[in-house]
């Protein structure tokens, strides 16, 4: 029996990535990018993917080799068990907030395209329970969940995507290197920070069953790399840089709107919209699989729940939503993304030198 | 009530007439063979032949048989009765139980002990056709009520030492017999060992038949899908057992109980492998298709109808709109009506003998469909909706499985009446979490459609389409992981 021992596959973790990091695609990334890395934005992604999985590489490779378990029980190896446990809190809470503010973003999402009239507290409502109704099949059947996604979602999108081909105007991403206006320094955080979800990927990776693999988690953040680099060029030679950054969510509308030769329904945004859901949820449903790796308690369930809800009201309106999730994500991305597993990383090499 | 037998007859028969009391079709037969002995069985549910001629008559005409107490018993034993199985029992206990499973129990004065000789005869029909998994092509024998011929169907095809089969008994006042039955060396031993924990945590009256223990040992019991599989046909439990699945066989019950059994088996009949693979992967292929739209159909035709036309060619929303017209009832109202006359309309006919329940089918389907939308009740596309996913329903092989789609179809209906779209892929994604967090003895429910790497991606050949025989060269990730290659050439462990 392989099931019912609270691990995941590599192939698991390597669609929960990238169906993460599409949640962002769809809904926020190219907004963002298209302000600060302009028509260049789809280069800056590449490298910025070449750029993670190297760092992720080194992280991951470094604390498989100290063999102090999982990333809970390196950051409290290093700061002590009461610093560690503050550390790991204040993370699982900007995830959290993440999450809370993901779900703001889908339930926009939904207003602004299928219930004009629903209130969006129903909406996000829903959405809770379904994540907390999928925290009964525990990360295996996170898991799981994330591999049918992964089919049911994602094949639709790419045969919707093949006529995008043809029916774009190119002319559109010209010029295409743009560093005039464009702060490509920034559009680098930006890329780093919100969109590959660094953090996420080091606490899913302590969940990975006996056949750890690296290179399979490298190859997956390449392979999002790739996707979003498309889908963002995509959006840009649709729109142009500026009209896609004014945009609340160019992709979605790109992508409804790409002409499907002889297709039976009129639009295809019923399988566009599937994507967005099912990519949103899992987004969501990782921040409360992140945070019962900080408690399993019942009682803790509630609590995230509250705290996701609650940020999902914060904001006044969706562009606050997007502010809001700009700055957590760079202020935290660049803490609990960047920072902390660097420390880490050389903290368990230093530590291994000193016990060799 | 382990009490052992004493050496007096008398007390022996008196203690037996008293556990018996007004049982009227309990038979004791005294007689002298050399020693006063007696015979003790239940009326009519043994085999008066081998009584007569293997017990009595060999006992009775053998003039140098003399003597009393146990050597006599185990002089009969050895030398006269002539039934092909015989033991040795020493308590009440035993001979209560053999006596109630159809054997003979031959007391004998002066002996603490008893023969049970084996004399079952239970009234049987005899080997029937398949009525719930009909194949074209492939054999047409199907399970019956006996254990027996159930066990002996399944030998007929596997000619092979390492199929095992472990007796247990369950229910404390039906003691039904059962016969776990698996391939020693290909069963995966943990979930061998998972399966015979779930029989014996039973503990129930009476086990009637196979479902009731499907019922019983399955772990997810709030889930409407079933996680164990069950069949009346042999050369699936055969294939089955060869691919590393344990069967339990149920006395008294013409199904014989799969295991463990996830989403896919439930796609598959016998005759996806009797016939070419580019039909039956097509055929597959529209079974999970049709599974879909049966779960779908509905809920998206209220989504699309009722709050967002405009993804509907404006043709087809426009035709949609003009046969609404003088329709009274909102969308979801009508086709919630359909729906239940529908289920209706099944539940009507199902039991009933094949000349009524057609007659109800033609009254239902035709007649008041018909008059409903002429009297404009309904619209013509409700009718074509209902219908469509009627047959969408009824595509999957197994009608357990049906169920699932049935009630899960009007949880998609109910969120996409209140919040279309958005309703409508909310159901999607409950279906799919419900599915992903179910196994099947440790099984995931959606192999191989997740994990599938634990077997090398092999089991997707048999999944969706089905590949050619000799592209399935492994065993399913039930088997035993160092003995998973069904083809090769190489000498089997």
């Given at each position: 029996m392989f099931s019912s021992n609270n691990k995941i596959s590599v192939r698991q973790i390597q669609v929960l990535i990238f169906i993460s990091g599409f949640a962002s695609c769809f809904t926020v990334l190219p907004r963002f990018l298209a302000n600060t890395g302009g028509n260049s934005g789809f280069i800056i992604i590449a490298l910025t993917s070449i750029i993670v999985s190297l760092f992720v590489a080194f992280c991951l490779n470094a604390f498989e080799k100290s063999k102090k378990g999982n990333f809970k029980n390196i950051v409290e190896s290093l700061f002590g068990?009461?610093?560690?446990?503050?550390?790991?809190?204040?993370?699982t809470i900007k995830?959290?907030?993440?999450?809370?503010?993901?779900?703001?973003?889908?339930?926009?999402?939904?207003?602004?395209?299928?219930?004009?009239?629903?209130?969006?507290?129903?909406?996000?409502?829903?959405?809770?329970?379904?994540?907390?109704?999928s925290l009964k099949g525990g990360i295996e059947g996170f898991g799981r969940l994330g591999e049918i996604i992964f089919i049911t979602a994602f094949i639709p999108i790419l045969i919707i995507f093949a006529p995008a081909v043809t029916d774009t105007d190119y002319t559109n991403i010209l010029p295409i290197i743009d560093i005039k206006n464009q702060n490509i320094v920034q559009g680098f955080i930006v890329s780093l920070c919100i969109f590959f979800g660094i953090e996420n990927i080091f606490m899913e990776y302590s969940f990975v069953n006996k056949i750890k693999n690296v290179r399979s988690i490298v190859i997956s953040i390449l392979f999002l790399g790739i996707c979003t680099s498309v889908v963002y060029f995509f959006t840009i030679t649709r729109f142009g840089a500026e009209t896609a950054s004014s945009k609340l969510f160019p992709v979605i509308i790109m992508l409804d709107t790409v002409e499907i030769p002889g297709a039976f329904i009129e639009r295809q945004f019923i399988f566009v919209i599937w994507a967005v859901i099912a990519s949103a949820f899992v987004f969501i449903n990782s921040s409360f699989?992140?945070?019962?790796?900080?408690?399993k308690n019942k009682f803790f369930k509630i609590i995230y729940s509250i705290i996701i809800f609650t940020f999902c009201f914060i904001p006044s309106n969706i562009t606050k939503t997007l502010e809001w999730f700009y700055s957590v994500n760079i202020f935290g991305g660049i803490v609990f993304g960047v920072l902390l597993p660097f420390i880490l990383a050389i903290y368990c090499i230093i530590d291994r030198r000193k016990k060799h | 009530m382990d009490k052992k037998l004493s050496n007096s007859l008398k007390y022996n028969i008196d203690y037996i007439k008293y556990i018996f009391s007004d049982c009227g079709d309990i038979v004791y037969r005294d007689f002298f063979a050399g020693c006063n002995m007696c015979l003790v069985y239940v009326d009519n549910i043994i085999n008066n032949v081998a009584v007569e001629e293997s017990i009595l008559t060999n006992l009775m005409n053998r003039s140098d048989m003399r003597g009393e107490g146990d050597s006599f018993i185990e002089k009969s034993l050895l030398e006269v009765v002539s039934v092909k199985d015989v033991t040795k029992i020493y308590t009440f206990d035993d001979i209560v139980t053999a006596v109630l499973s159809g054997d003979t129990v031959i007391l004998c004065d002066g002996a603490n002990s008893a023969i049970q000789a084996s004399t079952k005869g239970f009234p049987t029909r005899g080997v029937g056709t398949v009525q719930t998994e009909i194949s074209v092509?492939?054999?047409?024998?199907?399970?019956?009520?006996?254990?027996a011929i159930n066990i002996v169907l399944i030998r007929r095809r596997i000619k092979d030492s390492r199929l095992k089969l472990k007796r247990m008994k369950v229910g404390r006042k039906t003691k039904t017999d059962m016969a776990l039955m698996y391939m020693e060396g290909i069963v995966n031993k943990e979930i061998l060992k998972s399966i015979e924990k779930s029989i014996e945590n039973v503990d129930i009256d009476g086990v009637y038949d196979s479902g009731y223990m499907e019922q019983l040992i399955e772990k997810n019991y709030k889930s409407p899908f079933p996680q164990i599989q069950i069949t009346e046909r042999p050369d699936k439990t055969a294939s089955s057992l060869l691919s590393g699945r344990v069967a339990l066989v149920v006395d008294n019950s013409p199904?014989?109980?799969?295991?463990?059994?996830?989403?896919?088996?439930?796609?598959?009949?016998a005759d996806d492998y009797y016939e070419r693979w580019e039909i039956m992967s097509f055929i597959r292929f529209m079974r999970y298709i049709g599974a879909f739209i049966a779960v779908s159909l509905?809920?998206?035709?209220?989504?699309l109808a009722v709050y967002n036309p405009s993804m509907l060619p404006v043709s087809l929303a426009l035709k949609i709109a003009g046969s609404r017209q003088n329709v009274p009832f909102p969308t979801a109202a009508e086709i919630l009506v359909m729906e239940i006359a529908f289920e209706l309309l099944v539940e009507a006919g199902v039991r009933l003998p094949s000349p009524v329940s057609s007659t109800i089918g033609i009254a239902g389907g035709i007649i008041i469909g018909q008059a409903a939308v002429e009297a404009g009740i309904v619209s013509p596309v409700i009718i074509i909706v209902s219908a469509l996913t009627a047959i969408c329903t009824y595509i999957v092989p197994n009608t357990s499985f049906t169920a699932g789609i049935r009630i899960f179809k009007y949880i998609v209906i109910f969120l996409s009446s209140f919040f279309g779209l958005f309703g409508f892929w909310a159901g999607i994604l409950i279906l799919i979490i419900h599915l992903s967090s179910m196994e099947s003895f440790g099984i995931p429910y959606l192999y191989p459609f997740c994990s599938s790497s634990e077997n090398d991606y092999s089991d997707l050949k048999d999944s969706i389409f089905r590949l050619p025989l000799f592209m399935l060269k492994k065993r399913p990730v039930y088997a035993k992981r160092d003995n998973r290659v069904r083809q090769s050439g190489k000498e089997e462990k």
């Amino acid at each position: 029996m392989f099931s019912s021992n609270n691990k995941i596959s590599v192939r698991q973790i390597q669609v929960l990535i990238f169906i993460s990091g599409f949640a962002s695609c769809f809904t926020v990334l190219p907004r963002f990018l298209a302000n600060t890395g302009g028509n260049s934005g789809f280069i800056i992604i590449a490298l910025t993917s070449i750029i993670v999985s190297l760092f992720v590489a080194f992280c991951l490779n470094a604390f498989e080799k100290s063999k102090k378990g999982n990333f809970k029980n390196i950051v409290e190896s290093l700061f002590g068990k009461y610093f560690g446990n503050i550390i790991y809190f204040l993370m699982t809470i900007k995830i959290l907030v993440s999450g809370g503010l993901m779900l703001r973003i889908l339930c926009e999402v939904i207003r602004e395209t299928t219930l004009f009239k629903t209130h969006i507290s129903l909406t996000g409502g829903i959405i809770i329970i379904l994540c907390l109704y999928s925290l009964k099949g525990g990360i295996e059947g996170f898991g799981r969940l994330g591999e049918i996604i992964f089919i049911t979602a994602f094949i639709p999108i790419l045969i919707i995507f093949a006529p995008a081909v043809t029916d774009t105007d190119y002319t559109n991403i010209l010029p295409i290197i743009d560093i005039k206006n464009q702060n490509i320094v920034q559009g680098f955080i930006v890329s780093l920070c919100i969109f590959f979800g660094i953090e996420n990927i080091f606490m899913e990776y302590s969940f990975v069953n006996k056949i750890k693999n690296v290179r399979s988690i490298v190859i997956s953040i390449l392979f999002l790399g790739i996707c979003t680099s498309v889908v963002y060029f995509f959006t840009i030679t649709r729109f142009g840089a500026e009209t896609a950054s004014s945009k609340l969510f160019p992709v979605i509308i790109m992508l409804d709107t790409v002409e499907i030769p002889g297709a039976f329904i009129e639009r295809q945004f019923i399988f566009v919209i599937w994507a967005v859901i099912a990519s949103a949820f899992v987004f969501i449903n990782s921040s409360f699989i992140f945070g019962i790796t900080f408690n399993k308690n019942k009682f803790f369930k509630i609590i995230y729940s509250i705290i996701i809800f609650t940020f999902c009201f914060i904001p006044s309106n969706i562009t606050k939503t997007l502010e809001w999730f700009y700055s957590v994500n760079i202020f935290g991305g660049i803490v609990f993304g960047v920072l902390l597993p660097f420390i880490l990383a050389i903290y368990c090499i230093i530590d291994r030198r000193k016990k060799h | 009530m382990d009490k052992k037998l004493s050496n007096s007859l008398k007390y022996n028969i008196d203690y037996i007439k008293y556990i018996f009391s007004d049982c009227g079709d309990i038979v004791y037969r005294d007689f002298f063979a050399g020693c006063n002995m007696c015979l003790v069985y239940v009326d009519n549910i043994i085999n008066n032949v081998a009584v007569e001629e293997s017990i009595l008559t060999n006992l009775m005409n053998r003039s140098d048989m003399r003597g009393e107490g146990d050597s006599f018993i185990e002089k009969s034993l050895l030398e006269v009765v002539s039934v092909k199985d015989v033991t040795k029992i020493y308590t009440f206990d035993d001979i209560v139980t053999a006596v109630l499973s159809g054997d003979t129990v031959i007391l004998c004065d002066g002996a603490n002990s008893a023969i049970q000789a084996s004399t079952k005869g239970f009234p049987t029909r005899g080997v029937g056709t398949v009525q719930t998994e009909i194949s074209v092509l492939g054999p047409k024998d199907a399970f019956n009520e006996a254990m027996a011929i159930n066990i002996v169907l399944i030998r007929r095809r596997i000619k092979d030492s390492r199929l095992k089969l472990k007796r247990m008994k369950v229910g404390r006042k039906t003691k039904t017999d059962m016969a776990l039955m698996y391939m020693e060396g290909i069963v995966n031993k943990e979930i061998l060992k998972s399966i015979e924990k779930s029989i014996e945590n039973v503990d129930i009256d009476g086990v009637y038949d196979s479902g009731y223990m499907e019922q019983l040992i399955e772990k997810n019991y709030k889930s409407p899908f079933p996680q164990i599989q069950i069949t009346e046909r042999p050369d699936k439990t055969a294939s089955s057992l060869l691919s590393g699945r344990v069967a339990l066989v149920v006395d008294n019950s013409p199904y014989v109980i799969l295991l463990p059994a996830p989403l896919n088996e439930f796609f598959q009949s016998a005759d996806d492998y009797y016939e070419r693979w580019e039909i039956m992967s097509f055929i597959r292929f529209m079974r999970y298709i049709g599974a879909f739209i049966a779960v779908s159909l509905p809920g998206l035709f209220i989504a699309l109808a009722v709050y967002n036309p405009s993804m509907l060619p404006v043709s087809l929303a426009l035709k949609i709109a003009g046969s609404r017209q003088n329709v009274p009832f909102p969308t979801a109202a009508e086709i919630l009506v359909m729906e239940i006359a529908f289920e209706l309309l099944v539940e009507a006919g199902v039991r009933l003998p094949s000349p009524v329940s057609s007659t109800i089918g033609i009254a239902g389907g035709i007649i008041i469909g018909q008059a409903a939308v002429e009297a404009g009740i309904v619209s013509p596309v409700i009718i074509i909706v209902s219908a469509l996913t009627a047959i969408c329903t009824y595509i999957v092989p197994n009608t357990s499985f049906t169920a699932g789609i049935r009630i899960f179809k009007y949880i998609v209906i109910f969120l996409s009446s209140f919040f279309g779209l958005f309703g409508f892929w909310a159901g999607i994604l409950i279906l799919i979490i419900h599915l992903s967090s179910m196994e099947s003895f440790g099984i995931p429910y959606l192999y191989p459609f997740c994990s599938s790497s634990e077997n090398d991606y092999s089991d997707l050949k048999d999944s969706i389409f089905r590949l050619p025989l000799f592209m399935l060269k492994k065993r399913p990730v039930y088997a035993k992981r160092d003995n998973r290659v069904r083809q090769s050439g190489k000498e089997e462990k």
